[in-house]
């Protein structure tokens, strides 16, 4: 079982920046493809971003293209979302999710295994 912690989120004007993180629970974080994904009142659960288990193929919803780096740290089992020029439409709540194929960095949420209960993001002036 691998049990995924995001912190980072609150509140912040647009234009501004966060970066939020995902505490792993079990030492093999370094085998799984992680994810980024984000779901607004009303709204379906995206896809933001992905990364293989080697820190490379990331993938990028086109929304996010340019504002958001997602990174990883296996060493510390943490992965990370760098997001700047945040604007009013990317308020939401956001979840790291991990999948057990440590190859896979894409937006399908079906090849994702475990999910974090989320942080919540408030872009507002």
């Known amino acids: 079982q691998v049990m995924l912690v995001e912190s980072g989120g609150g509140l912040v004007q647009p234009g501004g920046s966060l970066r939020l993180s995902c505490a792993a629970s079990r030492r093999i974080f370094s085998m799984y493809g992680l994810g ?14 992905a990364i293989r288990w080697s820190g490379g193929g990331t ?22 979302l760098q997001m700047n ?14 999948s057990s194929n440590p190859y ?3 937006y399908n949420k079906d090849q994702y295994n475990y999910w974090g209960q989320g942080t919540q993001v408030t872009v507002s002036s």
Do not use: H, M
Request: net charge positive; glycine share 6%.
């Open 36 to 49: 980024w994904f984000r779901q607004a009142p009303g709204k379906e659960r995206e896809f933001v971003a």
């Open 85 to 98: 020029s945040l604007k009013p439409e990317d308020t939401a709540a956001y979840y790291c999710a991990a």
């Open 104 to 106: 896979y960095s894409g």
């Open 59 to 80: 993938y990028y919803a086109d929304s996010v293209k340019g504002r958001f780096t997602i990174s990883r740290d296996n060493a510390k089992n943490t992965a990370y």
